[in-house]
């Protein structure tokens, strides 16, 4: 069953996707956070593919702010070996503070540019 809480994070992920999209190009950096992990993937939409992914589930017990960061640097490191560049960011309907900003900072930090 679907509380109203992921049923509002729903919606606004909806209205996120219909402007936010990835190509080649630039391909999209989308967040996932779930109550204990948060993963982050970056994808081809033209070509319905995940290109590159990352996730907490391997790292050190470490805070969760920290775990996010890390994830951002790991995903970035992954994009860049893979000749990634650019993205367009996809908060997934989150609010942009908390894990996912430390996510997309983390990116930015790796070297990735959105």
């Not at 999209?21 to 081809?44: C, D, H, M, W």
């Not at 939409?45 to 590159?52: G, I, N």
């Not at 997934?92 to 996510?103: A, E, F, M, Q």
């Amino acid at each position: 069953m679907t509380t109203k809480k992921e049923l509002r994070r729903i919606k606004i992920k909806y209205r996120v996707r219909k402007r936010v999209s990835g190509t080649a190009e630039r391909p999209r950096l989308t967040v996932f956070r779930s109550n204990k992990q948060i993963y982050a993937q970056i994808i081809n939409d033209d070509t319905a593919r995940t290109l590159v992914s990352a996730s907490s589930l391997g790292l050190d017990k470490m805070p969760k702010l920290e775990q996010a960061s890390k994830v951002g640097e790991l995903v970035a490191q992954k994009a860049i070996a893979a000749g990634i560049s650019e993205v367009v960011f996809d908060r997934n309907g989150y609010l942009y503070h908390g894990r996912v900003k430390n996510v997309a900072d983390g990116a930015r930090n790796g070297g990735l540019k959105f």
